[in-house]
């Protein structure tokens, strides 16, 4: 595939990734100094990632916790900031430790420069993780 030419190419070719189990590929759409952050995460967890290192020790061990099928519903919003791109959507598959479906619906605001995600918040549900026995990704920090 040639390089995703705007910020919605590049954030549906993250997707096929994080489908294929493609981590370091995923990693590799970040810039150096790319930051996530989780403004919703629940007490105890990750709120701030800063740089590509972090957030591949985040995400590295991502597909031995949640096997990933699909992403319905997904509506990329244009912002008016052209680097700047507003996502919703859903992920669905199955937990991998209890076999139990995975449904969680996303908000991402996404900012792209250079070719590199330099910004990404998700606005997941912390509700998810909160219910008794819940192990979804492993990433409790």
Known sequence: MSAPTSPADL??????????KNIAGWVGL???DGIMEFPFAPPGWSERLEGKEAIAAYM?????????HDFPDLRIHQTTDPDTIVVEMRGVGRLVQTDAPFDM?????VTV???HIVS??????????LEPGTDFTGSRR
């Open 60 to 68: 590295r061990s991502y597909p031995d916790h949640i096997d990933l």
């Open 11 to 20: 954030y549906r070719h993250s997707l096929r990734l994080l489908l294929d």
């Open 120 to 129: 990404y918040r998700d606005y997941w549900n912390p509700l998810a993780v």
């Open 105 to 109: 619906t996303y908000i991402a605001v």
């Open 113 to 115: 420069q250079d070719g």
């Open 30 to 32: 970040w810039a150096e």
